[in-house]
């Protein structure tokens, strides 16, 4: 399975983009890219899925380039809310249940 | 209404001692899981049911044993619990067994002493 590295912290202020790469070297040509976010004594809630290029939703936008082996979790005006952990993911198409965490970003929004 | 609740939110338990956790989903997803997250935040799936069937058993000792009486719920029993044990356990759900989102449960917050 595909593994995912991407930045232990991450710093914003209220109201500034946020971008959060995740590098996933091996992905496999079934993979799909996932990204969840939990908050302190929550469990994680999916964000946005992606196979290739760019697909945006009501809360983040997910870009990833043609060789598929990074991709880019957009936030746009962050708020104090935000403050989350942010789990990059690589799902195997009929496996889409297992998911294999990595360490996640932990994304501190500062007023 | 909680689409996924899991009960109890906290448990607090000696070594040795056995314990369960429950999980319902009212989400009339067919999948169901368990996951365990330790206290460096990593989540590892443990277990997986689609439809009462146990689909994914990830190297769990056989003291962790799941059942499924329906497809809305998903019990964890924890036999002889040892240190390692403590830990949240989140159950989760989704509409199959392939891509899609999944839903979690508030965690239930394991300590043993």
């Known amino acids: ?51 290739k290029t760019k697909v945006t939703n009501e809360v983040a ?29 690589v799902t195997i198409y009929n496996q889409g249940g297992k ?5 996640g970003t932990e994304l501190s929004v500062k007023p | 209404d909680t689409a996924v609740s899991q009960t109890p939110k906290y448990l607090v338990t000696q070594m040795g001692n056995d314990k369960s956790i429950k999980c319902e989903q009212n989400l009339g997803h067919d999948t169901m899981y368990w996951y365990k997250q330790d206290s460096k935040k990593f989540l590892k799936i443990m277990f997986s049911y689609n439809n ?19 497809k809305a719920h998903l019990n964890l029993h924890i036999n002889s619990l040892e240190l390692g044990d403590s830990a949240v356990y989140f159950c989760a759900s989704s509409h199959s067994t392939g891509l899609g989102e999944l839903f979690f449960g508030e965690g239930s917050r394991l300590t043993v002493l």
């Open chain 1, 1 to 51: 399975l595909a593994k995912t590295t991407q930045p232990i912290s991450m710093d914003s202020y209220e109201g500034q983009e946020v971008n959060i790469t995740c590098s996933h070297n091996n992905i496999a040509t079934n993979d799909y890219i996932t990204w969840y976010q939990q908050f302190p004594s929550q469990g994680p809630r999916f964000i946005i899925q992606g196979y």
């Open chain 1, 61 to 89: 936008s997910l870009f990833i380039p043609a060789d598929r082996k990074s991709s880019t979790l957009s936030l746009p005006r962050v708020s104090l809310s935000d403050t989350a952990v942010y789990y990059c993911l």
């Open chain 1, 99 to 103: 998911l294999i965490f990595g360490q």
């Open chain 2, 52 to 70: 009462k069937e146990l689909i994914i058993n990830e190297t769990v000792p056989n003291r962790f044993s799941p059942k499924s009486p329906d």
